[in-house]
Structure formats: structure tokens, C-alpha cells
């Protein structure tokens, strides 16, 4: 029997939402539809038809009443919610003639999404520092602790790329 | 005078918002407002889920809108006096830039 469900994994950093949704198109466009998505990067497709679909992606930590408003009013504007990954809402839509291709239709708006993700990823990066700050300065009697120190410093430095890479993102649309 | 200040501060409005606002002088829910905004400005301007969702999200906070029914989970919203205000200060100044550019447009 073939095969209806195929599982990926793939990882896309923060600042890959672009890319991330050119590639379930490319997906789509092979006939392996997203069905849901899990973390780290799990993808689960459904294999049928090759279609045309249009993915995009939005970022929103919301209460639960107002996503629910939130869906809705994709729903009626034509996009499908096939799931979420953390804060990150994954949409896909036919694509048609003569009918928007995007969410955020203009640049106000694609740059307020890009600055709810800064502002999580600020909140945790800060928070970062308050509590292993102190930790990377000094001096540990244990050698273990030289890993830790490795791995924190290691997470800081991908979380400040991360904040450069969105923070260069929100300038480039903003000379659009 | 409050009014001027807060014009100052809305002031100028993207075009969707102006659009989303226009839109608002009757109550409307979030898909009607995408199809008005569509119809109103002939085509030119179209309003996507995401951007409709920030923009009643940004207004509704500033006093501009308010929602005024909610039905199977969509909320209606209408233009409070103060977005009545904001939105007329904006209908000037696009009357002074149309203006100016009709002057100069036999002239292009």
C-alpha cells in the first residue's frame, strides 16, 4: 500500500520564516501537503494531488478567546490553519487568480510581526542574562561547569544572532 | 487643543487603516471590512487577515473603534467620535495633497 503520511524533520531557525514557507510550497507543489507540524521540526504531510498552495506563517501569543476571533477571520478570508508551532501559526491557502497572496498586506504590518517575535525572543534573552549572567563570569571549581558555561554562551550568542538577523529584517522593510 | 494633539499622534494613517476606517462608518466585521476595503478603494488597495487583525487591534486600543456586536465569533466594530475626528483631520490632508497634485497634474 502506498504511503499516505510522510513524516519530516526539518529545522529552520527564527529568522527563516521566508524560507521556511517556500519550502512547504515546494512541498506542495510535489504533492506532500502539511498536515501539522510539532517541535523541534517535526512536519507531517498527507500525499496526494500536486497543488498550488500558498503557505505563510504569523507570529501571535494571544489568549485563547481572541485566536479564536484570530482564526475566524482567516477562515472567512480564505486561509486554512493547519496548525501551530509554539507562537508560530501556519496557514495555507489555493492559490488563485486576482486574490491576495498575503497576510500582511502591507509593510506596517509585516514589520509589527517581526517585532512580537523580538520582543519574545528580548524577554527570553534577558532573562538569560539575569539568571546565568553572573554564572559566565565567574570562576567555577568544577570542570563540569566549564560545559555549561559553553552551552549557555552558546545559546547567547545564537539568540544575539537571532536578534541582529529580525532586527535587520525589520530595516530593510522599513526603506521598502 | 486635545483633538490637535491626538491628530498629531494617529496622523498620517497608512492606507489601509484609512480604508479599514472609511469602511467603519457602519458596523462591520472583519471579512465585510476586507470586501468593502476592496470595493471602496476600486481595487487598489486589499487588505490581508493578518494586517485587518493589528490594524482593529491597534484602533480599538486608541479609542478610534469599538466593537459593537459579536456573533459567532465575529466581532463587529464602528467608528467611536474620536476615530470620527482622527479620520476627518486625515479626508483634509488628502484633500491638500490631491489638490496640490490636480494643479500640477496637465503639467506631467
Not at chain 1, 554562551?153 to 539568540?159: G, K, R, S
Not at chain 2, 459567532?72 to 495633497?97: A, F, V
Request: aromatic letters at 14%; a positive charge; proline letters at 3%.
Amino acid at each position: 500500500m502506498e504511503k499516505t503520511k510522510v513524516r519530516k524533520f526539518r529545522w529552520f531557525w527564527v529568522w527563516q520564516d521566508e524560507a521556511e514557507e517556500n519550502w512547504l510550497e515546494k512541498m506542495s507543489q510535489k504533492g506532500y501537503h502539511l498536515s501539522s507540524v510539532s517541535p523541534p521540526g517535526f512536519y507531517t504531510f498527507s500525499v496526494a494531488e500536486p497543488k498550488n498552495y500558498i503557505y505563510r506563517l504569523d507570529y501571535q501569543t494571544f489568549h485563547k478567546k481572541d485566536k479564536r476571533e484570530y482564526l475566524q477571520l482567516f477562515h472567512d478570508a480564505g486561509w486554512e490553519h493547519i496548525g501551530d508551532f509554539s507562537a508560530w501559526l501556519y496557514f495555507r491557502k489555493e492559490a488563485k487568480q486576482g486574490e491576495t497572496t498575503e497576510i500582511f498586506t502591507d509593510v506596517e504590518s509585516k514589520i509589527a510581526k517581526y517585532k512580537r517575535v523580538l520582543t519574545y525572543l528580548g524577554f527570553f534573552y534577558f532573562l538569560m542574562i539575569v539568571i546565568f549572567g553572573g554564572r559566565i563570569l565567574t570562576d567555577v571549581p568544577y570542570p563540569w561547569c566549564d560545559a555549561i558555561q559553553v552551552f549557555i554562551l552558546l545559546v547567547l550568542l545564537i539568540f544575539t544572532y537571532a536578534i541582529i538577523r529580525l532586527a535587520m529584517r525589520i530595516r530593510q522593510l522599513k526603506k521598502l | 487643543m486635545a483633538t490637535g494633539d491626538d491628530a498629531k499622534r494617529y496622523l498620517p494613517l497608512t492606507e489601509a487603516t484609512y480604508y479599514i476606517m472609511l469602511s467603519l462608518i457602519e458596523p462591520l466585521h472583519g471579512y465585510a471590512v476586507m470586501q468593502k476595503v476592496e470595493q471602496i478603494s476600486q481595487g487598489t488597495v486589499k487588505v490581508g487577515p493578518g494586517t485587518l487583525y493589528g490594524v482593529f487591534d491597534t484602533l480599538e486600543a486608541a479609542g478610534l473603534i469599538v466593537m459593537v456586536k459579536e456573533e459567532n465569533r465575529r466581532k463587529s466594530y464602528k467608528l467611536t467620535p474620536k476615530g470620527k475626528k482622527i479620520l476627518l483631520s486625515q479626508i483634509k490632508r488628502l484633500e491638500i495633497m490631491t489638490g496640490k497634485g490636480l494643479t500640477v497634474i496637465d503639467r506631467l
